[in-house]
């Protein structure tokens, strides 16, 4: 990579604009023991999701505790497998932005209606 | 003069890629986006002047009290299209060929970033707006108003509202597509050097319309999927019968349907902000300001849905809450207003076509945001709405402000997209024209809503004392149909005249110019690299100390170049080419797999096989396109 | 191959303002843009919790073990995916073959667990237009279904283009994005199971 970057001075602006990734570069991945890691996490925290579902003295923290793993979940997925934490953070800006923007908005609908308080 | 070449791997003989740039077939294949932003404009235009008929017989129908020249069931499916045909098929595409045309040309790239898409967005939409219009031979058009309230949308019998419905999806998935293109297009192929904060107006703009578009569509696409299941298969969505309830579609509607007002007018914006500086010789006032505000009214134009909602019952919290909301979004646009003001001031002003219709957007839909204000004020609302004060409103902004503003661009432009000037004199005479034809026919309808006309009525009886200013609004109508009979005139007399026109006949501040009239395909010999903001106008001219405006000499200021104004650049920047440009090649495919949907939209009005069979050509269509050889 | 830190070639792409290549870029801003569809389509079911006038009502007729299945399969789909992905990334063609294979049929596993499961409903009395609940509930994870549905034409059309030489380690850059839609795909699914299937619906309107 450093080849490149001495290169680039000597470079008009066309030319290094042009340089800059037109081949491909290395960037640092998960393995695929980790993602297997991954997706065992993903495996017990369903499981638990199940497992909460069923216990009936938990039923008053249900909510709380399914909206946190399934966040949990999301996360991992997002970050991992979709390779969020790796990636250029554009990415991840538009997408917050989808996701952000999708929750507040359609919570608001649902507190005109009164969703929530019943 | 670089060569320009398509590959010579031209396929098999399926596969075979068109490669004719001439003739009708070569703007079936076109994937130049010149061309598909032609195509809009022409497109946009024929609407427009049925959407404006369609306004002609309203305002005969409404010119005298209790008349029935049109019945009041054509009357409700007249006044449905209006609203659809000027928003959908009109303001949006006209928008989108402004974007198609110059977006590309403006950041200093050859074309956007998925030129086969862009085709089949312009396909997508235009089948879509036939599919809609053929309601009217098929059982009858929508009638439902443009925004379709449930449940008279759901629980009324006939097909009309079906094909609303399965219509606006089909434009919508254009649009959609569209916006992703554009948006990675505008972050993505700028010429080197054109960071963000050197990006013209027009295109940040643009940016912001692009997000607005991807957010808000998939929001009323599910409303209107909600709407066709309710109407086609029996579903209980907006059902009170079944415990649904009418006022979820209007949440869903007004979700996009505020996001939209705002697609509708930023591109106008955009154009005002282009062509103020250019004919007041001065940069724009607080570019910045103007950048942030238009970002801001994206923004909170998320956030002010419900305004059109204040008379359902949601209940004071929540009405307060979008009252508030929608007065603050007054502020950045009158940021914007202050800035175009400031940009005026003290400039060396040439009251061109152009330049008149940007001053009429500006004191129009001044006008309009007036009388959008005191909407927010929700006591007052409950007076307003549903009253022709509303329609005033929404006149003044999207013809006082939207149209007038496309017709600045249509005015600057011209000459760079044709090749040939509109003529100055009856440019002006024109802008007169609808001017006052516009004014006559709104002005009046502040009056008329205050004192009482409701909106969507057939007839009103004598009585109420409404004929005069209604008499006189038909009046103001029938003079901007002259206006755009004059135009239309004035813009194919064009043609019969040379292609003459310089690349820079207004001396103008933006890349588009350093190039011919009408462009190449591949747009620039070379890839400009920018320097600043308003790059080509540096390039010009330089300010000497004292702050006056010099000609640099050689700066290109009196150089037309076909090719563009680079010319002194040397062979070693044209080794980044050494083999000619390479230009996307034109494909049928968009085209063919735009087929499916009408074939989809009929299968869902009348009976399940087309369903089938255009599903199956649009899959055909997208197999066929990706499988085809690489032009690049 | 065993190392923590992987180093692996990525995809060339033509060169752009952000360096970020288009298709990925367009991709992103798709999966946002999708996610105020379901956000509208999960928000209408949600609305409408607990407003059936008449039955079946979701517990009468939802069998969480079964679904919870379904999850997990979804969920090891996503995990093959992105091994189908490491593995062209290390420039093993067979393996990826053999990962993607392997995401088709977990999806289509999916996807056959959810045309029995809404047959089963059907005859217990639960079809489209049957109350509230069904119209949000057949609606809501039908779309998610189609979006699965594309998602495995997409995973068979990778296959074939693996056959026909077009993926390369150079050239990977569709594998990723297929990736990226399948995901997103499988994190719709998370949102729903647990709005949907977990937190639990009694009858009638509460």
Same mark, same amino acid.
């Given at each position: 990579?450093?080849?490149?970057?001495?290169?680039?001075?000597?470079?008009?602006?066309?030319?290094?604009?042009?340089?800059?990734?037109?081949?491909?570069?290395?960037?640092?991945?998960?393995?695929?023991?980790?993602?297997?890691?991954?997706?065992?996490?993903?495996?017990?925290?369903?499981?638990?999701?199940?497992?909460?579902?069923?216990?009936?003295?938990?039923?008053?923290?249900?909510?709380?505790?399914?909206?946190?793993?399934?966040?949990?979940?999301?996360?991992?997925?997002?970050?991992?497998?979709?390779?969020?934490?790796?990636?250029?953070?554009?990415?991840?800006?538009?997408?917050?932005?989808?996701?952000?923007?999708?929750?507040?908005?359609?919570?608001?609908?649902?507190?005109?209606? *009164?969703?929530?308080?019943? | 003069?670089?060569?320009?070449?398509?590959?010579?791997?031209?396929?098999?003989?399926?596969?075979?890629?068109?490669?004719?740039?001439?003739?009708?077939?070569?703007?079936?294949?076109?994937?130049?986006?010149?061309?598909?932003?032609?195509?809009?404009?022409?497109?946009?235009?024929?609407?427009?002047?049925?959407?404006?008929?369609?306004?002609?017989?309203?305002?005969?129908?409404?010119?005298?009290?209790?008349?029935?020249?049109?019945?009041?069931?054509?009357?409700?499916?007249?006044?449905?299209?209006?609203?659809?045909?000027?928003?959908?098929?009109?303001?949006?595409?006209?928008?989108?060929?402004?974007?198609?045309?110059?977006?590309?040309?403006?950041?200093?790239?050859?074309?956007?970033?998925?030129?086969?898409?862009?085709?089949?967005?312009?396909?997508?939409?235009?089948?879509?707006?036939?599919?809609?219009?053929?309601?009217?031979?098929?059982?009858?058009?929508?009638?439902?108003?443009?925004?379709?309230?449930?449940?008279?949308?759901?629980?009324?019998?006939?097909?009309?509202?079906?094909?609303?419905?399965?219509?606006?999806?089909?434009?919508?998935?254009?649009?959609?597509?569209?916006?992703?293109?554009?948006?990675?297009?505008?972050?993505?192929?700028?010429?080197?050097?054109?960071?963000?904060?050197?990006?013209?107006?027009?295109?940040?703009?643009?940016?912001?319309?692009?997000?607005?578009?991807?957010?808000?569509?998939?929001?009323?696409?599910?409303?209107?999927?909600?709407?066709?299941?309710?109407?086609?298969?029996?579903?209980?969505?907006?059902?009170?019968? !079944?415990?649904?309830?009418?006022?979820?579609?209007?949440?869903?509607?007004?979700?996009?349907?505020?996001?939209?007002?705002?697609?509708?007018?930023?591109?106008?914006?955009?154009?005002?902000?282009?062509?103020?500086?250019?004919?007041?010789?001065?940069?724009?006032?607080?570019?910045?300001?103007?950048?942030?505000?238009?970002?801001?009214?994206?923004?909170?134009?998320?956030?002010?849905?419900?305004?059109?909602?204040?008379?359902?019952?949601?209940?004071?919290?929540?009405?307060? !809450?979008?009252?508030?909301?929608?007065?603050?979004?007054?502020?950045?646009?009158?940021?914007?207003?202050?800035?175009?003001?400031?940009?005026?001031?003290?400039?060396?002003?040439?009251?061109?076509?152009?330049?008149?219709?940007?001053?009429?957007?500006?004191?129009?839909?001044?006008?309009?945001?007036?009388?959008?204000?005191?909407?927010?004020?929700?006591?007052?609302?409950?007076?307003?709405?549903?009253?022709?004060?509303?329609?005033?409103?929404?006149?003044?902004?999207?013809?006082?402000?939207?149209?007038?503003?496309?017709?600045?661009?249509?005015?600057?432009?011209?000459?760079?997209?044709?090749?040939?000037?509109?003529?100055?004199?009856?440019?002006?005479?024109?802008?007169?024209?609808?001017?006052?034809?516009?004014?006559?026919?709104?002005?009046?309808?502040?009056?008329?809503?205050?004192?009482?006309?409701?909106?969507?009525?057939?007839?009103?009886?004598?009585?109420?004392?409404?004929?005069?200013?209604?008499?006189?609004?038909?009046?103001?109508?029938?003079?901007?149909?002259?206006?755009?009979?004059?135009?239309?005139?004035?813009?194919?007399?064009?043609?019969?005249?040379?292609?003459?026109?310089?690349?820079?006949?207004?001396?103008?501040?933006?890349?588009?110019?350093?190039?011919?009239? &009408? &462009? &190449?395909?591949?747009?620039?010999?070379?890839?400009?690299?920018?320097?600043?903001?308003?790059?080509?106008?540096?390039?010009?001219?330089?300010?000497?100390?004292?702050?006056?405006?010099?000609?640099?000499?050689?700066?290109?200021?009196?150089?037309?170049?076909?090719?563009?104004?680079?010319?002194?650049?040397?062979?070693?920047?044209?080794?980044?080419?050494?083999?000619?440009?390479?230009?996307?090649?034109?494909?049928?495919?968009?085209?063919?797999?735009?087929?499916?949907? &009408?074939?989809?939209?009929?299968?869902?009005?009348?009976?399940?096989?087309?369903?089938?069979?255009?599903?199956?050509?649009?899959?055909?269509?997208?197999?066929?396109?990706?499988?085809?050889?690489?032009?690049? | 191959?065993?190392?923590?830190?992987?180093?692996?070639?990525?995809?060339?792409?033509?060169?752009?303002?952000?360096?970020?290549?288009?298709?990925?870029?367009?991709?992103?801003?798709?999966?946002?843009?999708?996610?105020?569809?379901?956000?509208?389509?999960?928000?209408?079911?949600?609305?409408?919790?607990?407003?059936?006038?008449?039955?079946?009502?979701?517990?009468?007729?939802?069998?969480?073990?079964?679904?919870?299945?379904?999850?997990?399969?979804?969920?090891?789909?996503?995990?093959?995916?992105?091994?189908?992905?490491?593995?062209?990334?290390?420039?093993?063609?067979?393996?990826?073959?053999?990962?993607?294979?392997?995401?088709?049929?977990?999806?289509?596993?999916?996807?056959?667990?959810?045309?029995?499961?809404?047959?089963?409903?059907?005859?217990?009395?639960?079809?489209?237009?049957?109350?509230?609940?069904?119209?949000?509930?057949?609606?809501?994870?039908?779309?998610?279904?189609?979006?699965?549905?594309?998602?495995?034409?997409?995973?068979?059309?990778?296959?074939?283009?693996?056959?026909?030489?077009?993926?390369?380690?150079?050239?990977?850059?569709?594998?990723?994005?297929?990736?990226?839609?399948?995901?997103?795909?499988?994190?719709?699914?998370?949102?729903?199971?647990?709005?949907?299937?977990?937190?639990?619906? *009694?009858?009638?309107?509460?």
């Amino acid at each position: 990579m450093s080849d490149v970057e001495t290169h680039e001075t000597d470079l008009t602006g066309q030319e290094a604009y042009a340089a800059r990734t037109r081949r491909g570069r290395t960037v640092r991945h998960p393995s695929p023991k980790e993602y297997i890691r991954i997706a065992i996490v993903l495996g017990v925290v369903t499981a638990a999701e199940v497992a909460i579902y069923y216990i009936e003295s938990l039923r008053s923290l249900l909510i709380p505790m399914l909206f946190v793993l399934a966040t949990i979940k999301f996360s991992l997925v997002v970050l991992w497998f979709m390779h969020l934490r790796f990636d250029s953070k554009t990415y991840a800006r538009f997408f917050l932005l989808g996701v952000s923007g999708a929750v507040t908005l359609y919570v608001i609908v649902l507190l005109t209606f *009164g969703a929530f308080s019943r | 003069m670089a060569s320009v070449s398509v590959p010579g791997e031209r396929g098999r003989w399926l596969t075979r890629r068109p490669a004719s740039t001439t003739g009708f077939w070569s703007w079936i294949t076109t994937v130049d986006h010149k061309r598909i932003g032609i195509l809009y404009g022409v497109t946009a235009f024929a609407f427009f002047l049925i959407g404006g008929s369609e306004a002609l017989f309203i305002r005969l129908q409404l010119a005298r009290p209790d008349q029935n020249l049109i019945s009041a069931e054509t009357y409700n499916e007249f006044f449905t299209m209006h609203g659809v045909t000027m928003i959908f098929l009109v303001v949006m595409p006209l928008s989108s060929a402004f974007f198609n045309y110059l977006i590309p040309l403006q950041i200093g790239a050859r074309d956007v970033a998925f030129p086969r898409l862009n085709a089949y967005s312009y396909w997508v939409f235009l089948f879509g707006g036939l599919f809609i219009y053929s309601s009217f031979a098929l059982g009858g058009a929508p009638n439902g108003g443009w925004f379709g309230y449930a449940p008279l949308s759901t629980a009324e019998a006939g097909n009309n509202m079906l094909f609303y419905a399965t219509g606006l999806i089909i434009v919508g998935v254009a649009s959609t597509v569209s916006a992703i293109n554009l948006a990675v297009t505008i972050i993505n192929m700028r010429a080197p050097g054109m960071t963000m904060f050197r990006m013209p107006v027009f295109i940040w703009m643009g940016l912001v319309v692009q997000f607005l578009l991807a957010f808000s569509l998939p929001i009323i696409t599910v409303g209107l999927f909600e709407m066709l299941f309710d109407k086609r298969f029996g579903t209980h969505f907006f059902d009170p019968a !079944a415990g649904g309830d009418p006022v979820l579609w209007q949440h869903l509607f007004w979700l996009f349907g505020h996001p939209e007002v705002y697609i509708l007018i930023l591109p106008a914006m955009g154009i005002v902000s282009e062509v103020l500086p250019v004919f007041a010789r001065k940069p724009l006032f607080g570019y910045q300001f103007v950048v942030f505000s238009g970002i801001a009214i994206g923004f909170i134009g998320f956030g002010v849905w419900a305004h059109h909602m204040f008379a359902v019952g949601l209940g004071p919290v929540a009405n307060t !809450a979008f009252g508030i909301s929608t007065m603050i979004i007054a502020v950045p646009t009158g940021v914007k207003i202050f800035n175009w003001l400031g940009t005026l001031w003290k400039g060396d002003i040439r009251f061109t076509p152009p330049m008149l219709f940007s001053i009429g957007f500006i004191a129009q839909f001044i006008v309009g945001g007036l009388s959008g204000v005191t909407h927010a004020v929700v006591p007052a609302d409950y007076q307003q709405t549903d009253t022709y004060y509303i329609v005033a409103h929404f006149h003044y902004v999207l013809v006082g402000g939207a149209i007038f503003g496309l017709f600045a661009g249509i005015y600057y432009w011209w000459p760079k997209i044709f090749g040939r000037m509109l003529p100055d004199r009856w440019g002006k005479v024109n802008f007169w024209i609808l001017a006052i034809g516009f004014n006559l026919t709104f002005a009046p309808m502040h009056v008329l809503g205050l004192q009482g006309m409701p909106r969507r009525i057939h007839s009103y009886p004598e009585s109420l004392g409404l004929t005069f200013w209604n008499t006189a609004a038909t009046l103001g109508a029938f003079i901007i149909a002259l206006g755009v009979l004059q135009f239309l005139i004035m813009a194919i007399s064009s043609f019969m005249r040379p292609k003459d026109a310089p690349a820079d006949p207004w001396d103008a501040r933006t890349l588009e110019w350093t190039t011919g009239s &009408p &462009p &190449p395909p591949h747009n620039f010999d070379e890839i400009p690299e920018v320097h600043a903001l308003d790059d080509f106008w540096h390039r010009k001219y330089a300010e000497t100390k004292t702050g006056r405006v010099v000609p640099v000499p050689a700066g290109g200021a009196d150089q037309a170049v076909p090719g563009g104004v680079h010319a002194t650049r040397g062979e070693r920047e044209m080794e980044h080419e050494p083999h000619g440009i390479h230009m996307p090649g034109p494909s049928y495919w968009p085209f063919v797999s735009a087929l499916g949907f &009408p074939l989809i939209g009929y299968g869902v009005v009348f009976s399940p096989w087309p369903i089938v069979a255009g599903a199956a050509i649009v899959l055909i269509g997208l197999y066929g396109w990706a499988l085809e050889p690489s032009a690049e | 191959m065993a190392a923590l830190d992987q180093h692996i070639f990525e995809s060339e792409h033509e060169a752009t303002s952000t360096g970020l290549p288009n298709t990925k870029l367009a991709m992103w801003i798709f999966l946002a843009s999708d996610c105020l569809l379901f956000g509208a389509l999960i928000s209408t079911y949600v609305l409408y919790r607990g407003a059936s006038i008449k039955g079946p009502y979701p517990s009468d007729v939802f069998d969480i073990p079964y679904t919870s299945v379904s999850s997990f399969v979804l969920l090891a789909s996503s995990l093959t995916m992105v091994l189908a992905l490491a593995a062209i990334q290390r420039g093993d063609q067979g393996q990826m073959r053999v990962w993607l294979l392997a995401t088709a049929l977990l999806g289509a596993t999916f996807v056959g667990g959810q045309v029995y499961e809404f047959t089963t409903f059907a005859d217990e009395g639960l079809t489209l237009t049957t109350n509230l609940f069904s119209t949000t509930f057949y609606v809501l994870t039908g779309f998610h279904g189609t979006h699965v549905a594309i998602g495995i034409l997409m995973l068979l059309s990778l296959l074939v283009m693996s056959f026909t030489g077009k993926i390369t380690q150079q050239n990977s850059l569709s594998v990723e994005l297929v990736g990226l839609y399948w995901h997103f795909v499988d994190i719709v699914w998370i949102v729903i199971f647990t709005i949907v299937y977990l937190i639990p619906t *009694g009858p009638g309107p509460t």
